[in-house]
């Protein structure tokens, strides 16, 4: 069986706005060639939202910074192209790529605390941005006026924006970042664990107004996460990677009720469910490789309860599953439903 | 603020008040006859002179009432008169000696200090490269070297060998025969220029950073400095009662070379050394990938956001440096027999001529004190964390 590309019209039915084939990133360091990011491919359309989750060092923030280029300076990138509009963003000079960067795509950091310049008023940050993006400039009075409405949008009192980073609560900072993400009207924002330090009932608000921006201004959504259940909720497809790899891929809800890849089972399976049928957590056994020497064969198989010789000899390719599901693993049709108990 | 600055400037009178007791007390203990060091160095000067001189002078009360008519006349300005010189008063040597210090230091701190944060910026953000690790190694053995032994080695290279500066002292003699100034009015007002362009320069280069305009900081950093040049001309050419001071500032100036460069090397280094790494440490800050997420250009990545923050820990240390160029200049003067504060604080300690010695220590403790004030003030200023609140 040959590895299928995935196809270019996307579940959503529109013409993608990015695509990523086939994306080798390695990071060189002293130890060695770190193999961050191995032949991943996925498509974004227009005004649609997906989620990239996977455990920490699975490459998934290494894709999210190679859509603006801004991975640190030992990333190679081997093979494959990050094609904008048809363009592809690997071959810019970096003079085209700062114009692109913010304008086009946007990026909603972690920890929003850091994300902010502690000796700027947050205001100024924001303008900061438009200054460089807007060709005429604005007049200073049009900016004023675009903060404003940017931090109603995003639910902060206007008068905010004379404050320092400091004088605001983690949830504010967070919604600060998402007007600072909105000011340049970009098509593409990239969410890179946009609630993680927050409380859950702030976490819950910001996703459900991030979720309510991006449908009223038609926007894309890359949201990156570990947590599955968290994004489940606000996008159309998730795409699940394990040590560099993109593993599964598919629409939410086929992805998240009924999990094709071992990697995205065992995930899901190990938190219990709050909400749904009560079922024994399972526990993913080990530890993710060293990618400085990656396994042989699936990346998973030293972990996999499935594992077979196939496993640890070929890697497995993106395989159809469904209509809207593809899975890399050779037995995905043994991968139980959810709930079921192990064998 | 207000309040702020009020309870400081509080605070540093108690601590003056305490520092000037202390330098007074230990220097009363020192020991030795000062009185028969005095005159003529003659310990064997009958025991009836000796009386009145110490009568004259009031030693012979109780030590306990020396310091309260000290303290008393302290404060109506009166330092007494010096042992060595007498009857020349203290204030007098203090006010001919304090501009040439603080000529010397206030060119050497602010030549330092922006040369070393420049320096060290653009280490930081050309790390890994050959240049970088020799000016890092290069700084590293400047800031451990020994002062003394590195000015000798400038004055023998720039002085002996090359012949090009001269070798000590602060004017030529034989230019100022004639000369319708007194040194310290050309010195006055080099300071007052020298004081003015730091502070215009250091405005300008603030005001820019404050304009999103990449063009506007640039016009205000280069009006900055042509503002600076123009004070030095407005110097240069500039007349007292009708005669030009040009060439006997252009002598002082001259004189000053040496000096300035060994203080310069030496304290740079360690500026550098700390602005390197501060910015090192910010440049791995989040704001800095959100910066570069923002699409902006590397050169205000650079100035605006890793260096304003990473210049944090630098100003703090800008107290210590006071400490530093104070006792460095004090070493400074003595070997370039540069006749300022340094130089008479080391002489009167050594003659004990004590009421020269006080004096001399309450103004470098002032100078201290001043020094600690403005930057406490310009790091509430630089850094909105702890600008201070009204109510705080």
């Known amino acids: 069986m040959t590895a299928r590309r995935l196809p270019l019209e996307t579940s959503a039915g529109r013409a993608p706005l990015l695509e990523v084939s086939g994306l080798v990133m390695r990071y060189e360091t002293d130890a060695g060639e770190v193999s961050a990011v191995e032949n991943v491919s996925f498509s974004l359309g227009r005004g649609e939202a997906m989620g990239l989750v996977g455990e920490s060092g699975c490459g998934k923030t290494s894709v999210a910074l190679s859509l603006l280029r801004l991975a640190p300076d030992n990333a190679r990138y081997q093979s494959g192209s990050v094609l904008w509009e048809g363009v592809d963003l690997l071959g810019l000079s970096h003079q085209q790529m700062r114009q692109h960067r913010w304008a086009e795509i946007s990026m909603v950091f972690q920890g ?129 990677m394990y040590a560099g790899k993109l593993v599964e891929f598919g629409s939410t809800r086929d992805v998240f009720h009924r999990p094709r890849h071992p990697y995205s089972y065992l995930l899901l399976s190990s938190i219990p469910s709050v909400t749904g049928p009560r079922r024994r957590p399972v526990s993913l056994e080990g530890t993710p490789p060293n990618l400085l020497a990656p396994p042989s064969g699936c990346r998973f198989h030293p972990r996999c309860p499935w594992a077979t010789e196939q496993c640890r000899k070929d890697e497995p390719p993106m395989m159809e ?21 192990l064998p | 603020m207000i309040r702020y600055v009020t309870r400081r400037l509080i605070q ?126 290069g700084g590293v053995g400047l800031y451990s070297m020994f002062l003394p032994f590195f000015a000798f080695m400038l004055i023998w290279f720039f002085s002996v060998q ?23 009015q050309v010195f006055m007002r080099l300071f007052w220029v020298a004081l003015i362009a730091a502070f215009a320069m250091f405005a300008a ?15 205000l950093r280069v009006g900055g400095g042509a503002l600076v040049i123009a004070g030095f001309l407005y110097y240069w050419f500039g007349t007292e009662s009708g005669q030009s001071m040009r060439p006997y500032a252009g002598d002082i100036a001259f004189h000053m070379i040496l000096p300035v460069l060994t203080l310069t090397l030496i304290a740079f280094a360690g500026v550098m050394l700390l602005t390197r790494s501060s910015m090192l440490e910010t440049l791995r800050e989040d704001f800095i990938l959100t910066a570069r997420a923002k699409g902006l250009p590397e050169g205000v990545i650079r100035d605006r956001h890793a260096a304003r923050t990473a210049l944090l820990p630098v100003v703090t240390s800008l107290v210590l440096a ?71």
């Not at chain 1, 931090?151 to 609560?169: A, I, K, M, N």
């Not at chain 1, 469904?322 to 108990?341: L, R």
């Open chain 1, 112 to 240: 929003a605390m850091n994300a902010w310049n502690p000796v700027y008023r947050v205001g100024d940050q924001i303008r900061e941005a438009m200054y460089q993006h807007f060709d005429p400039p604005l007049k200073p009075r049009e900016m004023d006026q675009r903060v404003e409405r940017l931090f109603e949008l995003v639910g902060l009192d206007p008068t905010l924006q004379t404050r320092y980073p400091h004088e605001l609560s983690g949830g504010m900072r967070q919604r600060a970042v998402i007007a600072m993400a909105l000011s340049c009207e970009p098509k593409l924002i990239i969410a890179d664990e946009p609630t993680t330090a927050l409380d859950v009932i702030v976490q819950a608000q910001i996703l459900e107004e991030l979720k309510e921006i991006q449908e009223d201004l038609g926007l894309s959504v890359l949201y990156i996460s570990h947590d599955m259940a968290v994004i489940a909720q606000v996008t159309d497809t998730i795409g699940v």
């Open chain 1, 321 to 341: 599953i469904g209509p809207s599901q593809w899975a890399a693993c050779w037995n995905s049709d043994q991968v139980p439903e959810m709930g079921e108990q």
């Open chain 2, 12 to 137: 540093m009178v108690f601590l003056f008040l305490v520092f000037l007791t202390v330098t007074w007390f230990l220097l009363y203990i020192l020991p030795g006859d000062s009185v028969a060091l005095k005159y003529a160095g003659n310990p064997n000067i009958p025991p009836q002179a000796r009386e009145v001189a110490m009568e004259r002078l009031g030693l012979d009360k109780p030590v306990l009432i020396q310091f309260r008519d000290y303290m008393f006349n302290f404060f109506q300005g009166d330092l007494g008169v010096s042992f060595n010189q007498y009857p020349r008063p203290v204030v007098d040597i203090i006010g001919e000696r304090l501009p040439r210090t603080l000529v010397l230091f206030l060119t050497a701190l602010v030549t330092y200090y922006w040369a070393g944060f420049v320096a060290g910026k653009y280490l930081a953000w050309r790390r890994g490269n050959r240049g970088e690790m020799a000016v890092t190694i």
């Open chain 2, 162 to 184: 090359l012949g090009w500066l001269p070798i000590s002292k602060f004017l030529d003699p034989e230019q100022w025969r004639d000369a319708p100034f007194a040194a310290n």
């Open chain 2, 205 to 219: 280069n603030f005001a820019g950073h404050r304009s999103h305009s990449r063009a506007l900081e640039r016009i």
């Open chain 2, 322 to 392: 006071v400490a530093t160029v104070i006792d460095g200049g004090v070493i400074t003067e003595a070997v370039f027999s540069w006749p300022g504060m340094g130089e008479i604080l080391i002489s009167s300690v050594l003659n004990e001529d004590i009421p020269v010695a006080v004096g001399a220590f309450a103004f470098i403790g002032v100078l201290a004190l001043i020094g600690h004030f403005v930057v406490d003030v310009l790091y509430g200023f630089l850094d909105p964390r702890i600008r201070v609140t009204e109510h705080g």
